[in-house]
């Protein structure tokens, strides 16, 4: 399925609507809170887990961690906010098992006397297909709501279409195609500002 996206610069502080992000009830009255972590560069979270499973040291400015809290209710925000925290082990995991079977598949090639290319095109593709393992996961089944920090913007990506119009709306982000939002009763009374920190 896919998600519904919204990029902002990563310095503009979001205004949600007052809509739960999972299942659309108007006033949650509650909140969900995780941290999603993103990459400055590229592969900056695949570079920090392959970089502590074979030297035990973290590259420094690879990545940056955002902390958010946004509108869900009661009987929705559990279920959120442990999907994060099993997409968080997902990435490192997977970035920690691609550079042990990187490491283990050159070791492997080097003891059969395999040309040199050979094994490190054969490392790398191994690398990859471990690492598109929690990707592919996501694309699949992407949760209710996730961002995405991306150098200096945010992508929120919203399962849900009505809360993605509604925070389109409410930042003045541009939409390709529309010259007008649909508005509900949700947003009716003040939207909450999202709480989001960078580390």
Same mark, same amino acid.
């Given at each position: ?93 997977? !970035? $920690?098992?691609? +550079?042990?079977?990187?490491? =283990?598949?050159?070791?492997? /090639?080097?003891?059969?006397?395999? @040309?040199? #290319? ?53 930042? !003045? $982000?541009?939409? +390709?195609?529309?010259?007008? =939002?649909?508005?509900?009763? /949700?947003?009716?009374?003040?939207? @909450?500002? #999202? ?5």
């Amino acid at each position: 399925m896919a998600s519904h996206d919204i990029s902002l610069r990563g310095n503009q502080r979001p205004r949600f609507p007052d809509l739960c992000v999972s299942c659309e009830r108007e006033r949650p009255g509650h909140y969900a809170r995780f941290g999603v972590t993103g990459s400055q560069d590229t592969l900056g979270w695949t570079l920090d887990a392959a970089a502590l499973a074979t030297t035990g040291a973290v590259l420094q400015g690879t990545n940056v961690r955002v902390q958010m809290q946004v509108p869900c209710c009661a009987n929705c925000s559990p279920a959120l906010e442990r999907r994060h925290t099993m997409k968080t082990v997902a990435l490192y995991v997977s !970035g $920690a098992l691609g +550079a042990v079977v990187m490491v =283990l598949v050159i070791i492997f /090639g080097n003891s059969q006397h395999w @040309p040199s #290319g050979i094994t490190v095109t054969l490392a790398i593709a191994l690398l990859l297909a471990v690492l598109l393992v929690p990707v592919v996961w996501e694309l699949r089944d992407p949760p209710s709501f996730t961002i995405t920090p991306l150098g200096n913007s945010v992508n929120y990506e919203f399962k849900s279409e009505k809360c993605a119009k509604l925070f389109r709306a409410l930042n !003045g $982000a541009p939409e +390709a195609g529309s010259s007008s =939002l649909a508005t509900t009763s /949700g947003a009716a009374s003040p939207p @909450p500002r #999202g709480a989001a920190s960078f580390e």
